[in-house]
C-alpha cells in the first residue's frame, strides 16, 4: 500500500502538517537509521558468537548456549 498524504497526517511540527514530500523524507531518514541500528546489533552479535565458537571448539554448543543465558541475565559471558 503506497503512502499518501492521508497516512501522514500524524506527522505535525508545531501546528503544521508535514507535506507528503517532507512526511516520506522523514519515514525515510527514520528507515534507514533503524537499518543502521540493526547492522550494528547484528555485527557486535555475530563478533561475540564467533569469539565463543573459538574459544570452546571442542564444545561451542554449551558454551553458546550458556552465553546467551548470561546475556539474558545481564551477566558478562
Not at 512526511?23 to 541500528?37: E, H, M, N, S, T
Not at 565458537?53 to 559471558?77: H, S, T
Request: with cysteine; proline share 3%.
Amino acid at each position: 500500500m503506497p503512502w499518501t498524504s492521508k497516512h501522514l497526517r500524524w506527522l505535525n511540527i508545531n501546528g503544521k502538517q508535514i507535506t507528503t514530500t517532507n512526511g516520506k523524507r522523514i519515514l525515510q531518514v527514520l528507515a534507514i537509521l533503524f537499518c543502521i541500528i540493526l547492522f550494528i546489533i547484528n555485527y557486535k552479535g555475530f563478533t561475540d558468537i564467533i569469539v565463543v565458537i573459538q574459544e570452546n571448539p571442542d564444545d561451542f554448543w554449551r558454551a553458546l548456549f550458556k552465553y546467551f543465558m548470561d546475556n539474558l541475565a545481564g551477566g558478562e559471558g
